[in-house]
């Protein structure tokens, strides 16, 4: 069986890279650290993604391997490849990131593959946990944005378990299966209760509207390869709890959870968009943006079909490699001092192809073709036209019109004629934009593979 | 002819400035030629009719695919004339040559690949593909105002492709499940086919443009450099022409939306007609016009009638090349004498005779003289028109006197008036006269032989 074999090297790969990262713990050299991150980090996203294409089997009863969970480890393990090699532009202690990062992608490897709720509770505490403490690591300064997601997740983690409580009764095991909801009968209200306490709590990290207060304080005060961390992965992991929990576990109650998912996703896409339009710092800006995106990919799972999972797994995707692009170049940005959307005047001039690179990133995420933002939007609100949202489409386009005029305004800034001395990027920097760009390209003029990717995870994601 | 294009962009991105114009010279005749060739087939055998179509996204159904038929023969054929003369003449007092031939190719791959598309989906991504290329035209090359004018350009042209991909969206989740253009024929429930006109007249009623969707024009038209505004108002803007002759000629329910649209379309060309009358800027004064003849257009498209269709495709086809015609030569006018102003030029005519001859063409050509192209487009909308609406749709021919008028007052103005008349900082070069020329010899071409292209359609 090649699948299982696929299987144990992931897990065998996991667990060679927590004992690696422990043992550079005490050593400084942090190019081994480095090398040895990046080359079981290919290893996982390669074994990952073949191994989407075999069919589903289930390891020690709690570890679920199929397109769905393959197709997140994957990408979860190719994005922290461009989070590690943007840390060592940072001058922290990289053995010790390198060792909370490969706990967090333990946790990842949980969510994603996660058979029961229990796994997903512990997934999430475990991706999230470590991140306070790389915060915490970098010193005083980021102490601020450190304790705020501390508090934040603990919450989020504490509302999860009381959820998770209210819906034993129902299904003793734990386990992500449908519920039985028997047609006719009234609706429990535990269950409607804990339907509500999902969703905030997920709401925390995945940055939904109410919830989200903390975003853009946080992305602002973390480093660079930390924010991107933020809102490209861990972000992420929370989406795919909330697409187990809400697509797998609850799609009995779809009726119920749809629409206050939906009215979320309004919220949040409006909430992001007015408040980007606003922004002068570009770095907020983005976390703003990023916002928004949250909005979109919820609008997939608030319309729980199978089309609206596939869009939601696309644009999830998508995402990821625009917002580590994206935020590489401002990170790297604001650390010349150059913040403001004032600052950005005349980058165009003196760094022409990190300019363009972060246009084409915008374009993206404003959804225009031929790049991958515009696959997922099509999709996304496809999928809600599709499952007679009509308004959940509406809504979406206008946001997605609304956000190219802050994307305007910061393409206007950066090419704005002003001699400036020449902008020089570090490596690192460089190689994480450009891998975001190829990707957003090639994706965008062949979405193929991505989207067969997503549509095998979706119904992956039924099946279960 | 999409590779092409597609090709040279990539060479001109790679290599340096010395050949940047060259290549873009090189892409944009090769595609003329071809599209000449196109036409003399399509002469010969009576007919064309070819579509392609490959793979792109099988989970999904959707193709992308190509198709050519008569009226995306004659605009292709537009757009090659068109994108040719400014990749030749266009660059008068171009600040960065590889920058704008970088522009122009990426304007090329759109606009071809935008004319020649089978299904929505090709026609709205090679739609942005232009959008940017547009943007970045006035955002990186304009003149003193651009910033502003090319946001305005963008948020309004953002507009129209959501609405346009909301349109779209409607159409590929509708039972039909499909993102061809025939299938706006298919049996669509009427509600779906209200939304569907509704969302997409928006986005073309914003890009030809129409009255009160127009604002950005003015602006970007005159923001652009003088390339930018020959691809803008002769290209870009029949995008939306292009799309509403195909919906509104497709979808079932339009006949009873004719009449509103083309109030619509007559009160369009009477605001850009009486806007026009009061600019003193020649360029600002084009942009009003091109948003008249783009009226016309529409009016031609809601009469429906086959005759009207036909003269609207072919009223786009002369229009498109007589708006790049007079945009290039005031281009060329305000580099030589550095000014555009109607209330100071004076007797151009003695030391500029080449710009003047080519305005003077023009405005006849604009007010539909008979032997130019545009005589048999305007014959044939309004004799559409006349056939579905009755004598009312004969009234916006007066706004035709006027822009007649506004026209005599211009060329009486700047380029008789003898006494002490202007002098120029810079004589015309050999190929900017050049690409006159050749916007006037196809306007000729194709006002005395309109049959040529008109053979196709029967």
């Known amino acids: 069986m090649v699948a299982v074999e696929l299987a144990y090297t992931i897990i065998a790969s996991l667990l060679l890279m927590l004992f690696l990262s422990l043992l550079s713990l005490f050593h400084r050299n942090r190019h081994i650290a480095f090398a040895g991150n990046v080359l079981l980090?290919?290893?996982i996203a390669v074994a990952s993604f073949m191994l989407s294409i075999y069919p589903a089997h289930v390891l020690f009863g709690m570890l679920?391997?199929?397109?769905?969970?393959?197709?997140?480890?994957?990408?979860?393990?190719?994005?922290?490849?461009?989070?590690?090699?943007?840390?060592?532009?940072?001058?922290?202690?990289?053995n010790l990131f390198s060792f909370l990062l490969s706990i967090s992608l333990l946790g990842m490897f949980f969510v994603a593959s996660a058979a029961s709720l229990l796994e997903i509770l512990l997934g999430l505490e475990m991706v999230t946990l470590p991140t306070v403490a790389m915060l915490l690591s970098e010193g005083k300064s980021r102490l601020e944005s450190a304790l705020k997601l501390f508090v934040l997740s603990v919450l989020s983690v504490t509302v999860l378990v009381f959820a998770i409580s209210l819906i034993f009764p129902y299904s003793p095991s734990l386990m992500l299966s449908s519920l039985n909801a028997q047609p006719g009968a009234a609706m429990p209200y535990l269950v409607l209760l804990a339907i509500i306490l999902f969703a905030a709590s997920l709401g925390v990290e995945t940055a939904q509207f109410p919830f989200n207060l903390w975003v853009p304080d946080v992305y602002e005060g973390a480093p660079g390869h930390i924010t991107a961390m933020l809102a490209g992965v861990n972000k992420k992991v929370a989406f795919v709890a909330m697409m187990e929990i809400f697509l797998v576990m609850l799609l009995a109650f779809r009726g119920v959870f749809s629409t206050f998912l939906a009215v979320l996703a309004v919220f949040t896409m409006f909430f992001g968009n007015l408040l980007a339009m606003v922004q002068s710092n570009v770095k907020r800006l983005f976390a703003y943006s990023s916002i928004s995106q949250a909005g979109y990919i919820l609008v997939g799972i608030a319309v729980a079909t199978s089309f609206g999972a596939e869009a939601s797994i696309f644009q999830i995707f998508a995402h990821t490699f625009m917002i580590i692009g994206a935020f590489a170049i401002v990170s790297w940005l604001e650390r010349s001092n150059i913040k403001s959307l004032e600052d950005y005047s005349g980058i165009g001039s003196s760094n022409p192809a990190m300019a363009i690179s972060l246009t084409i990133l915008m374009l993206s995420m404003a959804g225009v073709?031929?790049?991958?933002?515009?696959?997922?939007?099509?999709?996304?609100?496809?999928?809600?036209?599709?499952?007679?949202?009509?308004?959940?489409?509406?809504?979406?386009?206008?946001?997605?019109?609304?956000?190219?005029?802050?994307?305007?305004?910061?393409?206007?800034?950066?090419?704005m004629k002003r001699g400036r001395p020449s902008l020089r990027f570090s490596v690192a920097t460089r190689l994480v934009v450009y891998a975001c760009v190829a990707a957003i390209l090639i994706f965008g003029i062949y979405p193929q593979p991505i989207v067969s990717l997503a549509s095998a995870a979706g119904s992956a994601l039924a099946a279960l | 002819?999409?590779?092409?294009?597609?090709?040279?962009?990539?060479?001109?991105?790679?290599?340096?400035?010395?050949?940047?114009?060259?290549?873009?010279?090189?892409?944009?005749?090769?595609?003329?030629?071809?599209?000449?060739?196109?036409?003399?087939?399509?002469?010969?055998?009576?007919?064309?009719?070819?579509?392609?179509?490959?793979?792109?996204?099988?989970?999904?159904?959707?193709?992308?695919?190509?198709?050519?038929?008569?009226?995306?023969?004659?605009?292709?054929?537009?757009?090659?004339?068109?994108?040719?003369?400014?990749?030749?003449?266009?660059?008068?007092?171009?600040?960065?040559?590889?920058?704008?031939?970088?522009?122009?190719?990426?304007?090329?791959v759109g606009a071809t690949g935008l004319f020649l598309s089978g299904n929505f989906l090709v026609f709205f991504v090679f739609w942005d593909v232009t959008l940017v290329a547009s943007f970045f035209f006035i955002n990186a090359l304009g003149s003193g105002n651009r910033k502003t004018a090319s946001l305005k350009f963008l948020i309004y042209e953002i507009?129209?492709?959501?609405?346009?991909?909301?349109?779209?969206?409607?159409?590929?989740?509708?039972?039909?499940?499909?993102?061809?253009?025939?299938?706006?024929?298919?049996?669509?429930?009427?509600?779906?086919?209200?939304?569907?006109?509704?969302?997409?007249?928006?986005?073309?009623?914003?890009?030809?443009?129409?009255?009160?969707?127009?604002?950005?024009?003015?602006?970007?038209?005159?923001?652009?450099?003088?390339?930018?505004?020959?691809?803008?108002?002769?290209?870009?803007?029949?995008?939306?022409?292009?799309?509403?002759?195909?919906?509104?000629?497709?979808?079932?329910?339009?006949?009873?939306y004719a009449l509103y649209i083309a109030s619509l379309a007559a009160i369009s060309i009477f605001y850009a007609a009486f806007s026009m009358l009061g600019q003193k800027d020649i360029k600002r004064a084009l942009s009003y016009a091109s948003m008249l003849e783009m009226g016309i257009v529409l009016l031609g498209i809601s009469s429906l009638s086959a005759i009207g269709l036909e003269g609207a495709a072919f009223a786009m086809f002369a229009y498109g090349m007589i708006m790049a015609l007079m945009f290039l030569d005031v281009g060329v006018l305000f580099y030589s004498f550095g000014e555009r102003d109607i209330r100071v030029l004076k007797g151009v005519l003695i030391e500029g005779r080449g710009i003047a001859f080519a305005f003077i063409f023009g405005a006849f050509a604009m007010v539909g003289v008979p032997l130019t192209a545009v005589f048999v487009g305007d014959i044939l909308?309004?004799?559409?028109?006349?056939?579905?609406?009755?004598?009312?749709?004969?009234?916006?021919?007066?706004?035709?006197?006027?822009?007649?008028?506004?026209?005599?007052?211009?060329?009486?103005?700047?380029?008789?008036?003898?006494?002490?008349?202007?002098?120029?900082?810079?004589?015309?070069?050999?190929?900017?006269?050049?690409?006159?020329?050749?916007?006037?010899?196809?306007?000729?071409?194709?006002?005395?032989?309109?049959?040529?292209?008109?053979?196709?359609?029967?």
């Open chain 1, 41 to 43: 980090l290919a290893v």
């Open chain 1, 64 to 94: 679920a391997f199929n397109a769905f969970s393959s197709a997140f480890i994957g990408l979860f393990a190719s994005a922290l490849i461009l989070v590690s090699i943007l840390a060592l532009d940072h001058s922290g202690d990289y």
């Open chain 1, 369 to 415: 073709p031929p790049l991958m933002g515009f696959y997922g939007k099509f999709l996304l609100f496809s999928s809600a036209l599709s499952a007679n949202y009509f308004y959940l489409a509406l809504f979406g386009i206008i946001n997605s019109f609304m956000s190219i005029y802050y994307y305007g305004k910061v393409i206007n800034y950066m090419f």
């Open chain 2, 1 to 108: 002819m999409v590779a092409i294009p597609i090709a040279f962009f990539a060479a001109a991105a790679l290599l340096g400035k010395r050949f940047s114009k060259l290549l873009a010279c090189a892409s944009t005749l090769i595609i003329l030629i071809i599209a000449l060739a196109l036409i003399a087939s399509a002469f010969v055998s009576g007919t064309i009719n070819l579509s392609e179509s490959y793979t792109f996204l099988p989970s999904l159904s959707i193709n992308f695919s190509l198709a050519l038929d008569p009226i995306s023969l004659l605009l292709v054929t537009m757009s090659g004339i068109v994108l040719f003369a400014a990749a030749l003449a266009g660059d008068v007092g171009e600040v960065d040559q590889k920058k704008s031939a970088i522009l122009l190719l990426l304007f090329q």
């Open chain 2, 159 to 256: 507009f129209a492709s959501s609405m346009l991909l909301l349109g779209i969206m409607m159409l590929y989740t509708s039972p039909l499940h499909s993102l061809g253009f025939q299938a706006l024929r298919g049996p669509l429930p009427s509600a779906t086919q209200l939304t569907i006109l509704i969302a997409m007249m928006l986005a073309f009623f914003v890009n030809m443009p129409v009255f009160p969707l127009h604002s950005w024009m003015p602006d970007a038209y005159t923001e652009a450099p003088t390339r930018g505004t020959m691809l803008l108002s002769g290209i870009l803007s029949k995008f939306g022409g292009y799309g509403a002759l195909i919906v509104l000629s497709s979808l079932t329910i339009s006949k009873s």
């Open chain 2, 381 to 458: 909308v309004f004799l559409g028109a006349f056939s579905s609406f009755g004598a009312y749709s004969l009234v916006p021919l007066l706004s035709i006197i006027l822009l007649g008028a506004y026209l005599y007052f211009v060329i009486d103005k700047i380029f008789y008036r003898a006494k002490d008349h202007s002098k120029p900082v810079y004589v015309m070069d050999r190929i900017q006269g050049l690409g006159l020329a050749l916007l006037v010899f196809f306007i000729l071409l194709f006002g005395i032989m309109p049959f040529i292209v008109l053979n196709a359609f029967k």
